[in-house]
């Protein structure tokens, strides 16, 4: 059984802790660098990135956040996870992790009230609901990232190498095949 941890910094993990046993995962929270190094994928769930970013630094977890996805760990990041695996942020913010070549916005879509839900036709996937909350998008990507799925122009789905990206949170709408193409799960 895979091991794949999630995030427990900030947002709702707890959901895709419930989406990951259902899809056969063995899920496990990670708040510590021993507990990240124990585990074969990670989700970094939806939230505040911001806030993310001040709690993986003060427990000293960007380093290891990096390392393990540049080695190669399967990453499947939503929403805020998006923010943060991302190599270039518009309007200044500082990247944290830097791992995928895409320039993202955050709150492209608006603020909370401007919340929708809608139907994605995604690669590998097909027709999936998506949940969209103060989302992110891709305004530009780079070569080696593939683009899985588009609403209004914009990459909201992408792949590059071993990690995932969506704008969107598949947590709340109980579709686990996100998580099963991210991390290979059948």
């Given at each position: 059984?895979k091991?794949v941890?999630?995030?427990?910094?900030?947002?709702d993990?707890?959901?895709?802790?419930?989406?990951?046993?259902?899809?056969?995962?063995g899920?496990?929270?990670?708040?510590?660098?021993?507990?990240?190094?124990s585990?074969?994928a990670?989700?970094?769930?939806?939230?505040?990135s911001?806030?993310?970013?001040?709690?993986?630094?003060?427990?000293?977890?960007?380093?290891?956040?990096?390392?393990?996805?540049?080695?190669?760990?399967?990453?499947?990041?939503t929403?805020?996870?998006?923010?943060?695996c991302a190599?270039?942020?518009?309007?200044?913010?500082?990247?944290?992790?830097?791992?995928?070549?895409?320039t993202v916005?955050r709150?492209?879509?608006?603020?909370?009230?401007?919340?929708?839900?809608t139907d994605?036709?995604v690669?590998?996937?097909?027709?999936?609901?998506?949940?969209?909350?103060?989302?992110?998008?891709?305004?530009?990507?780079g070569?080696g990232?593939?683009?899985?799925?588009?609403?209004?122009?914009?990459a909201?789905?992408l792949?590059?190498?071993?990690?995932?990206?969506?704008?969107?949170?598949?947590?709340?709408?109980?579709?686990?095949?996100?998580?099963?193409?991210?991390?290979?799960?059948?």
């Amino acid at each position: 059984m895979k091991k794949v941890g999630v995030l427990a910094l900030q947002g709702d993990f707890e959901a895709h802790q419930r989406l990951l046993e259902r899809a056969g995962a063995g899920p496990m929270l990670v708040r510590t660098r021993e507990e990240l190094e124990s585990v074969d994928a990670l989700v970094i769930p939806g939230g505040e990135s911001t806030t993310i970013g001040k709690l993986a630094t003060d427990y000293d977890l960007v380093d290891p956040l990096r390392k393990r996805a540049e080695g190669g760990m399967p990453i499947l990041g939503t929403c805020a996870g998006m923010i943060v695996c991302a190599k270039r942020i518009t309007e200044g913010d500082r990247p944290l992790l830097g791992i995928v070549d895409v320039t993202v916005r955050r709150n492209a879509y608006g603020r909370q009230v401007d919340s929708f839900e809608t139907d994605l036709d995604v690669i590998g996937i097909g027709e999936m609901h998506a949940v969209f909350i103060r989302a992110p998008w891709v305004e530009e990507v780079g070569p080696g990232v593939d683009v899985l799925a588009t609403h209004r122009h914009h990459a909201v789905v992408l792949r590059q190498g071993n990690v995932t990206l969506a704008s969107f949170h598949p947590e709340l709408s109980g579709d686990d095949r996100l998580h099963r193409l991210a991390f290979g799960l059948s």
